[in-house]
Structures are given as C-alpha cells and as structure tokens.
C-alpha cells in the first residue's frame, strides 16, 4: 500500500476505502501527521476539481466527512497536549461560502494545539461573528473562505467588529493590538488581506496555528 493510495481513495470519494487506509497506516505505527498530510494533499485535489466544475457541493461535503472521520482517528493515535489553553479562537466560514473542509482542518490543529475553538459552521452571518466575539472573547477571529466572493464577507465581518469596538482600527502594518483577525483559504493573499483588514493570512492549518502562537507569544512549535 503506497502512501498515494489514500490521497487517491480520498480523491476519489471513496469512503470506506480512505477510512480503511488510513486506520491500517495508523495499525502499523505510522506517524499520524503523515496520514494528515496526505489528507491536506487530497483536499487540495478536490478543491481542484471543484473549481474546474467536475466537483460540486455535495462532493465537498462528502470528502469533509471523510475527512472529519479520518481526522478523528488521528486525534486517538496523536499524545495528550498541554492542559493549559493557549488561548481562544472564534472561527467560521463566512456568509455566502459553505466550505468546512479546509475549516474543518483548521479546527483540528488548532484543537490540537491546545486552542479553545468555538466552531460557527458554514456560512456564518456577520452577526454571527459579533454575537460570538461578544460572547467568549476570543484572542483570535478566524475567517475561512475558499471563493473570492467570500472576500466580501470577510471584509463585512472586521468592518462590523471594528465598527462595534471588538476590534482596533485596521492599521497600516496590518497588526492590531489585543484580539486579531487572521483570514485564510487556497485563494487568499497579502492582498487579500490588506482588502479584508485581516492582520494575518494563512494557506494551510499549521501554518495559521504557527502564526496565532506568534502573536500570543506562545510556543511556536506546532505539534
């Protein structure tokens, strides 16, 4: 069994197969974080083929609970992280996008990692967000989007948090004091963020929980 036969099985959808693969690899004692990154390169084929319309909707949910079952396992197999919270993250998809793969991911590292996650789900309102902040004061509001017209909406989320004082003014360096707004999604870039007035942006899970230990200057070590 090659290492590509679950980024295949997974590609391809197929449910039991994936689920099978992935329990033999972790029965053998492989390192959890290789099946991980095989899930990473998986999704990235079916965002792809999603964009090239030959995926649709319901193909992205179903590889997001393939994925939520696979990423279940690896959670059982990976040690017990520090008990202490590292800190709180408030995290979505935001209105008019109903992805959660990669959001899914995200909630899983951060998880990982000793972060408190308040999970919003898909196509969060902006009201949403407020009420949330408002409610469990997080460090961190993440934005999740993987079409460019969830742009918009990400920009309405931080315009709203400011106009409410949950946040500081957008500053020129792109680094708030106090709670931060870190966006992330396959398409987003230092543009992006600048047009969203985001403080942060990341591509990939372990990347955003590198970057929210940065600011709240915890251990930097992803796990």
Known sequence: MSMDDLVHALAELEEERAVQIAEERLDAGEDPLDILDDLKKGMRIV??????????????????????????????????????????VVLGTVKDDIHDIGKDLVYF????????????????????FVDAVEEHDP?????SGFLTAAFDSMKETVEALEETGLIEEFEEDGLREGRKVMIGGGQITDDVREYVRA????????????????????????V
């Open 199 to 222: 403080d942060g942006f990341e591509t990939d899970a372990p990347g955003g929980v590198k970057l929210a230990k940065e600011w709240l200057q915890a251990e930097a070590e992803v």
């Open 47 to 88: 965002g792809d083929r999603y964009e090239a319309e030959d995926y649709f909707i319901p193909d992205l949910m179903y590889a997001g609970d393939i994925i939520e079952q696979i990423s279940g396992l690896i959670q059982e197999e990976l040690p017990e992280q520090e008990e202490d919270t590292v800190g709180t």
């Open 109 to 128: 590292m951060f998880d990982l990692n000793g972060f408190d996650v308040i999970d919003l789900g898909i196509d969060v309102p902006v009201e949403t």
């Open 139 to 143: 460090d961190i509001v993440a934005l």
